[in-house]
């Protein structure tokens, strides 16, 4: 069964630095998406692209994070310069279309020291 | 936006005995997913399921769409099952929405 592929499974920063989480969706897929889960909480929506643009973006998604599919393959997430509270365990997510269901990658835990 | 709520939020059960996880959505959706966060953290996908009833081994789940809930059926739980149960929900193209989740642990 095809799967969404996420590295690094884990991540430790400095605070201020920056990182980039990377992806690889299922390769038939239109639609890509990155939440994030912190410890104990619940996962929410932080954006979701298509067709090579942001299609909509949660309040979170501020001016330090950024998304990009470089080369029609990988998609990734970057934080500019990561705070403690940044924090958390990110997944990637793709689907066909948006009459399928979403597939999410195994994520990413990040740390920031 | 439309609101997820799952229940029980904790749930605890001796292994062999079944349970039933209930989700409640306060919109009309086209998709709902149930998924199952084992201790590594993943999102297992356990049914795509917007409507309808669907089976999968001791694993059950149906939707009832008009009445706005979804409902998990784990069946002769074993200690494997432990973690925790998301519902997510969403329509059209608008992003996937989580429950809190149910924290099931099963005890030997």
């Known amino acids: 069964e095809p799967e969404v592929t996420q590295t690094p499974s884990h991540q430790v920063t400095q605070m201020g630095q920056e990182v980039i989480l990377r992806c690889v969706p299922i390769?038939?897929?239109?639609?890509f998406y990155w939440y994030r889960q912190i410890l104990g909480q619940k996962v929410e929506f932080l954006v979701s692209?298509?067709?090579?643009?942001?299609?909509?973006k949660s309040e979170i998604f501020d001016d330090q994070f950024s998304v990009e599919r470089p080369d029609g393959s990988n998609f990734t997430l970057k934080i500019r310069s990561t705070k403690l509270e940044d924090s958390a365990m990110y997944f990637c997510?793709?689907?066909?279309?948006?009459?399928?269901?979403?597939?999410f990658g195994s994520g990413t835990r990040l740390t920031v020291v | 936006g439309i609101q997820v709520e799952q229940s029980p939020p904790d749930l605890i059960l001796q292994e062999g005995a079944n349970s039933t996880l209930r989700c409640n959505f306060s919109?009309?959706?086209?998709?709902l997913q149930w998924f199952h966060q084992n201790p590594w953290g993943q999102l297992i996908n356990l049914f795509y399921?917007?409507?309808g009833t669907k089976q999968n081994g001791r694993l059950s789940a149906t939707t009832v769409a008009t009445e706005r809930y979804s409902l998990l059926y784990i069946s002769s739980s074993q200690t494997t099952d432990s973690g925790v149960y998301f519902c997510?929900?969403?329509?059209?193209?608008?992003?996937?929405?989580f429950g809190k989740g149910t924290r099931l642990s099963v005890i030997a």
């Open positions: 997510a929900v969403n329509s059209g193209n608008t992003p996937l929405v």
């Open positions: 390769s038939n897929h239109l639609y």
């Open positions: 997510a793709s689907r066909r279309t948006e009459n399928y269901g979403y597939t």
């Open positions: 399921i917007p409507s």
């Open positions: 692209f298509y067709n090579n643009e942001i299609s909509e």
């Open positions: 919109d009309s959706v086209n998709n």
